[in-house]
């Protein structure tokens, strides 16, 4: 009895949350974003939960990743992208502004339309 009572206790802790968001880097951008590994971390710091990114060579994969396979809780895409896919595919979290030196970019972080409440 006292072992199913710990067992159901630990059932009723609650589950390491995790977000799984992905990115899609040019190549140039990969070499530069290598002195920088700990984007995870900083992420979790920032939204209170543990998140793992996954770096795609393109937004193709990155998307179907996303909305074919639900392999991903969210995206960070080009707004031009994100104004391509079908109406309520995608749900809009953020919206930032990228800018370097030598150009700027409006992207968007985007969640599949079918992600937990909770996650958003």
């Given at each position: 009895m006292l072992l199913s009572c710990l067992f159901l206790l630990i059932l009723a802790q609650p589950a390491c949350?995790?977000?799984?968001?992905?990115?899609?880097?040019?190549?140039?951008?990969?070499?530069?974003?290598a002195n920088h590994p700990d984007l995870d971390k900083q992420l979790d710091r920032a939204f209170g939960e543990k998140v793992v990114v996954h770096n795609y060579s393109d937004q193709t994969?990155?998307?179907?990743?996303?909305?074919?396979?639900?392999?991903?809780?969210?995206a960070l895409i080009s707004q031009e992208t994100y104004n391509q896919q079908p109406k309520g595919k995608l749900i809009a979290l953020a919206t930032l502004?990228?800018?370097n030196e030598s150009e700027q970019a409006k992207m968007v972080l985007a969640a599949r339309e079918n992600l937990a409440s909770g996650l958003r």
């Open positions: 949350a995790r977000a799984l968001l992905g990115v899609s880097l040019s190549q140039e951008s990969r070499q530069k974003s994969t990155l998307l179907s990743m996303l909305m074919q396979f639900n392999k991903l809780d969210a502004q990228i800018s």
